[in-house]
């Protein structure tokens, strides 16, 4: 039993705090609520779970899976990692051997999940479409990716789709809380703020950045320095002072900060492009001059993306701040 706790852990929370029960999945909409009805009336369908990374596709089919086949679960359920095994000789050998079998139970039928399937080729989804028509009697498919555009619509039209949206904030800062609580962290609201929102709507991933700062603090404590160290992001405070030299400051002052900012913070110049672009839509400007400040990042991120040197772009994103707010009279 020692040993089992000790298993627990060290696994990474994201798979620690991986829900067991299709109650536990954060949810943001209906769709986790109809696969559950599908489930009690024991009519699942073929199933296609698509959206964003850490929405909480793959743990809902596998939450669903653990509620259906209890202790069978190892007998009656095959998952494939379809960006490892994307072949047509998967699709022919292991899941057409499983498919085939016959079931340990008669009365139910077995599950294939094929996770990350858009990254399987072609010739293996068509391949895999003729088996679902083969043996959907006794045997249900539930594909899982980021893209259903890249699925064939043969398979597409064979499933139920659901769209996974990205988590709200709110539902992110909950689930985070709870996390935090159970390990026995201390975060303030800020910095649980700043994980929702390097977040992205990512669950996944803000789990992830919550148990790196604590693995890197000293302390049960964590704060915005040691999120922002750990994920390398800059400080939105730093950001929105950069934007407020840039709006008010001379060229030259302008010039001297980003230099002294870049050299102290160790940041490329197409690192600060993003969260200045956030910035901008934070700060109270008329809309005319807030969309000719965003085509002036639009247009050094696009620079950078070839051949343009650094120094170049700061000259020229600095140049354009002090020209058009001196047009529009900001400065």
Not at 44 to 68: D, M, V
Not at 129 to 152: A, D, G, P, Q, W
Not at 299 to 306: G, I, K, P, Q, T
Request: proline share 3%.
């Amino acid at each position: 039993m020692a040993e089992n706790a000790s298993t627990v852990s060290l696994l990474p929370w994201t798979e620690k705090y991986r829900p067991k029960t299709l109650n536990d999945v954060v949810r943001d909409d209906s769709a986790i609520d109809i696969i559950q009805k599908f489930a009690k009336d024991g009519e699942l369908p073929h199933l296609l779970l698509h959206g964003p990374p850490g929405t909480g596709k793959t743990s809902t089919i596998l939450a669903l899976a653990k509620e259906l086949y209890g202790d069978n679960f190892t007998s009656m359920v095959l998952t494939l990692n379809s960006s490892d095994a994307r072949g047509i000789h998967i699709v022919r050998d292991e899941i057409q051997s499983f498919a085939s079998t016959s079931r340990p139970f008669a009365n139910f039928f077995k599950l294939v999940i094929l996770d990350e399937c858009d990254s399987m080729t072609k010739d293996a989804q068509f391949a895999l479409r003729r088996i679902m028509e083969k043996y959907t009697y006794h045997t249900r498919f539930c594909l899982v990716c980021n893209y259903s555009s890249k699925v064939i619509s043969a398979l597409q039209s064979r499933c139920t789709k659901f769209r996974f949206a990205p988590i709200r904030r709110d539902t992110m800062r909950r689930k985070l809380q709870l996390i935090a609580s159970s390990e026995c962290l201390s975060i303030t609201e800020e910095s649980l703020e700043t994980i929702v929102r390097l977040g992205e709507g990512d669950l996944r991933k803000a789990v992830n950045i919550l148990q790196s700062a604590h693995l890197s603090s000293d302390t049960r404590t964590i704060n915005d320095d040691v999120i922002f160290a750990t994920t390398g992001n800059m400080d939105w405070r730093k950001v929105d002072g950069l934007l407020h030299i840039l709006l008010s400051d001379s060229l030259k002052n302008i010039f001297n900060y980003l230099t002294n900012l870049r050299a102290e913070q160790n940041f490329a110049l197409v690192d600060i492009l993003a969260p200045l672009c956030d910035s901008l839509f934070r700060t109270h400007l008329p809309h005319d001059v807030r969309t000719c400040f965003l085509r002036a990042l639009a247009d050094v991120e696009y620079s950078l993306s070839f051949t343009s040197t650094e120094k170049s772009q700061m000259l020229l994103l600095i140049s354009t701040f002090v020209q058009k707010r001196n047009i529009f009279t900001l400065g």
